[in-house]
């Protein structure tokens, strides 16, 4: 089993549209998680941190269900620009390594 | 504002070939990392150095050897090329505190013919 697994996708999705992604996690001791974003033939950036009681930043909200090892991403009112692969990465226990999931998808269409 | 600097950004390389990465940062961050990104598969870490003079094996370090002496560079060496390692490669540093934030560099396009 992946550390980190994702649905590639790809999610096509109308301008305006709320779209939510998944991310699972194999080691239950896992400390960190964040969600990156990556546009194409571009290096990954931070969209946004996740924290236990969930977190949102404008139209994006992340949450964190450790019982079930899983995180989350809800995009609200998508945007063109919003067309990006979405990266869930995870902190292992000891804080060294950043292991990242393949990544999802998304196409913001007109 | 310079932030996470790799060079070359891109290269073609024959079968056999011997190339060294360079990876300079100038945030001062303890942590550095080479990843390389393949379709379908993500980021998959190949070393990282927790500090200057240390390294230590990723998920995929076959075929690749590292150093660190100096804290602002981390070069990824690859002493005989192979078509496998036709990749994008990514430098990335970061504080040791648990929830901060890896900066990445731009990546370098590597084609081994």
């Known amino acids: 089993r992946k550390e980190v697994e994702q649905d590639p996708g790809p999610f096509n999705v109308p301008e305006g549209a709320t779209v939510a992604f998944n991310c699972t996690y194999s080691?239950?001791?896992?400390?960190?998680f964040f969600w990156y974003r990556q546009d194409c033939r571009k290096e990954p950036k931070l969209l946004m941190s996740v924290y236990s009681s969930g977190n949102e930043d404008g139209r994006f909200t992340a949450q964190l269900n450790r019982a079930s090892q899983y995180i989350s991403l809800l995009i609200r009112d998508s945007k063109l620009s919003d067309s990006a692969t979405y990266l869930c990465v995870v902190r292992p226990p000891g804080g060294f390594k950043t292991i990242f999931g393949a990544g999802t998808r998304l196409f913001v269409k007109a | 504002n310079a932030g996470v600097t790799q060079t070359p950004k891109f290269r073609v390389l024959k079968t056999g070939q011997s190339m060294t990465l360079l990876c300079a940062q100038d945030?001062?961050?303890?942590?550095m990392y080479w990843y390389r990104q393949d379709p379908g598969m993500g980021l998959r870490l190949i070393h990282y150095s927790v500090g200057e003079g240390t390294t230590a094996k990723g998920e995929v370090p076959d075929g690749y050897n590292v150093s660190r002496l100096k804290k602002q560079n981390f070069l990824l060496g690859l002493e005989s090329a192979a078509p496998s390692q036709t990749s994008v490669y990514f430098c990335?540093?970061?504080?040791?505190?648990?929830?901060?934030?890896?900066?990445f560099g731009q990546g370098t396009r590597l084609t081994v013919v």
């Open positions: 945030m001062n961050h303890e942590y």
């Open positions: 990335a540093s970061r504080w040791p505190d648990l929830g901060t934030e890896a900066f």
């Open positions: 080691n239950s001791a896992s400390q960190s």
